[in-house]
Nanobody, 116 residues
């Protein structure tokens, strides 16, 4: 059974930083995509940053401020968020795709709140 657990959310002032961590446990046969989506209050879920077989994808709104990377040995993906803005306020979700199993696994989300 695959479990996806996020941590690291919190409340910060604009200009501050946070690091999100997502740890995946269980058997993943072939990771196709792993990364972070976010859902701002009252809005649809949107991509923040993901690692794919073809490279790294960032939302335009976070380019230059957010950095995503993965520690394969720990089955963990990180999202370093710098120069945070109030519009970054959202629930951040981690996702991992298992290409071989044709399955997509989501975490429960971690709240990030940025005050002006």
């Amino acid at each position: 059974q695959v479990q996806v657990v996020e941590s690291g959310g919190g409340s910060v002032q604009a200009g501050g930083s946070l690091r999100l961590t997502c740890t995946v446990s269980g058997t993943i046969f072939s990771i196709n995509r792993m990364g972070w989506y976010r859902q701002p209050p009252g809005k649809e879920r949107e991509l923040a940053a993901v690692l794919t077989g073809g490279g790294t994808i960032y939302a335009d709104s976070v380019k230059g401020r957010f950095t995503i990377w993965k520690d394969n040995a720990k089955n963990t993906v990180y999202l370093q968020m710098n120069s945070l803005r109030p519009e970054d306020t959202a629930v951040y979700y981690c996702v991992v795709d298992d290409k071989s199993a044709q399955a997509e696994y989501w975490g429960q989300g971690t709240q990030v709140a940025v005050s002006s």
